[in-house]
């Protein structure tokens, strides 16, 4: 992780209400978090609040901006950031209730 970041990777998969030790690159503890959604390996979780049109970074480099307000501690994934390198076909996004 980088100090800029606003994301974090599961490194396992996260069930909603889990409570996560969020860890630097030199495994020193940057914070806990309880996570409010189910997150799956691999994919990425808000460490911090981000607003719509917010720049998401990941390891120091911008991956994309949010499409939509995004709550610490929320599933990060394509349904609320767009990407900085391909555009996502609108109709793969998760519908609101």
């Not at 719509?52 to 994934?77: C, F, M, Q, T, W």
Request: charged share 30%.
């Amino acid at each position: 992780m980088d100090a800029k970041d606003n994301v974090a990777t599961a490194l396992t998969r996260i069930e909603s209400g889990d409570t996560v030790m969020i860890a630097s690159s030199s495994q020193n503890k940057v914070c806990e978090i309880k996570v409010t959604e189910a997150i799956p390996f691999g994919h990425k979780l808000a460490i911090a609040a981000i607003r719509k049109g917010d720049k998401v970074i990941k390891y120091g480099e911008l991956i994309g901006r949010a499409s939509r307000d995004i709550g610490p501690n929320d599933y990060v994934h394509f349904h609320n950031v767009e990407s900085n390198r391909i555009q996502m076909p609108k109709a793969w996004f998760r519908k609101e209730p």
